[in-house]
């Protein structure tokens, strides 16, 4: 069975977006009941127009409905699991026992899939999920490519893993940090996250003198680590039987979500195509690391990543290029592109435009007009709409992107 795509989408335009770009299927939250709270998320009309989008184009939907609830959430959690099960979706993402259970009986149709948060990390655990209803199991992000195999030989349930993106310094996500630093409680999806601030250690009766950070060989420390990039082991992925590639992001930016879909669908496919004589491609992991990242691991692919795998140095995030517009419409007579500005940019810039389904290319900015026709020199307000002069077609939802 070919392996599925699965992109983050964070709003109804990222939706589009990851569809676009090559996803076989998006997760998304509504308004209540996801770990994402910071993110644009879904209204009912959203979520129906995204539901019906995905389908048109083949693709799948889940909904995470993924905190650990308290009895407040109990009340009115039964009319939400009716409305998107109503809505069509494929799937809905759970972590706490209770709404397992629930969904299970309101809706035997409705797959559940389980959530990382639900920290699964051995077969007999994919056994006892499986007794109860769930179709998938989101693996725990602690687990080595070995420690994977064994649960699909041993456990006949669909598995997906991360393959790319933040990862929680917390076991799989179950944070406490947030609600103590900022009394917000990323369990019931409000993370501030806190493991991301930048931290120094201080004994209490030595004020000024900072502390060397520890480590041991069994796992987390202070604080954040690095990004996951799985993409340069496609193949071990694929061989393990792996039946869903999850890629991390929900709160980034659709610049984001398009790079690196489009670049994980290129290599899965050349993979897919031919096994046998598959090679990585270098200029995939370039493409990825144009979107602001911090350094990137494999995590605990290949066992424990120790204090090298997780830590990065110099300067937290990085990229190579800035988003600085989104194509809404091209008119292929004129070459003229209606796009909006996400970033300053001006003429003489040297821009890179990312093409769904297509191939990119590169032009200099020679001419900009705004939306009555007038030339103007740059675009410098947020969400400005203007007019652009491109060398080659650009569908909507292209990228425009320039180096830093």
């Not at 109804?12 to 644009?40: I, M, P, T």
């Not at 993924?66 to 009319?79: G, K, M, S, V």
């Not at 109503?86 to 209770?98: L, Q």
Request: aromatic residues 8%; glycine residues 8%.
């Amino acid at each position: 069975m070919m392996p599925e795509l699965l992109a983050p989408a964070g709003s109804l335009e990222k939706l589009k977006v990851a569809v676009l770009y090559g996803a076989d299927a998006v997760y998304l939250g509504g308004r209540h009941f996801s770990l994402r709270a910071g993110a644009g998320n879904f209204n009912e009309g959203e979520m129906a127009e995204g539901i019906r989008f995905a389908h048109e184009t083949g693709a799948r939907v889940y909904v995470t409905t993924n905190i650990f609830a308290h009895n407040r959430d109990l009340e009115n959690l039964p009319e939400y699991i009716h409305s998107i099960h109503a809505a069509g979706v494929d799937g809905v993402i759970v972590s706490d026992p209770g709404v397992v259970d629930m969904v299970r009986q309101m809706h035997p149709d409705l797959a559940v899939h389980l959530s990382t948060q639900a920290n699964a990390t051995n077969w007999a655990a994919a056994r006892f999920w499986k007794k109860r209803g769930v179709s998938r199991i989101v693996l725990a992000r602690e687990l080595s490519l070995n420690e994977i195999k064994e649960i699909k030989e041993q456990v006949d349930v669909e598995l997906e893993i991360f393959i790319h993106g933040a990862m929680c310094i917390a076991y799989s996500g179950r944070c406490l940090l947030s609600s103590y630093l900022a009394g917000r409680d990323a369990n019931q999806g409000d993370c501030a996250q806190s493991c991301r601030w930048r931290y120094r250690l201080v004994e209490e009766k030595r004020p000024g003198e900072y502390l060397a950070l520890e480590e041991d060989e069994r796992g987390s420390y202070i604080l954040g680590s690095r990004d996951l990039c799985l993409i340069e082991h496609i193949p071990e992925l694929a061989q393990a039987g792996i039946n869903s590639f999850k890629i991390e992001g929900r709160m980034k930016s659709a610049h984001y979500v398009a790079t690196v879909v489009k670049t994980y669908r290129e290599a899965l496919d050349t993979y897919l195509e031919d096994p046998v004589n598959y090679r990585f491609n270098p200029s995939w992991l370039d493409e990825i690391s144009k979107v602001s990242h911090r350094e990137y691991t494999t995590g605990f692919l290949f066992g424990s990543p120790g204090p090298s795998g997780q830590h990065y140095g110099g300067e937290i995030y990085r990229r190579s290029h800035n988003f600085v517009a989104i194509v809404r419409d091209y008119d292929e007579v004129s070459g003229m592109a209606l796009v909006e500005q996400r970033n300053r940019f001006a003429i003489g810039d040297e821009v890179e435009i990312l093409v769904p389904g297509g191939k990119n290319f590169k032009q200099r900015i020679n001419s900009i007009y705004d939306q009555s026709g007038c030339p103007v020199e740059s675009a410098p307000h947020p969400q400005q709409i203007i007019r652009l002069p491109l060398d080659k077609p650009a569908p909507p939802y292209s990228m425009i992107r320039r180096r830093v």
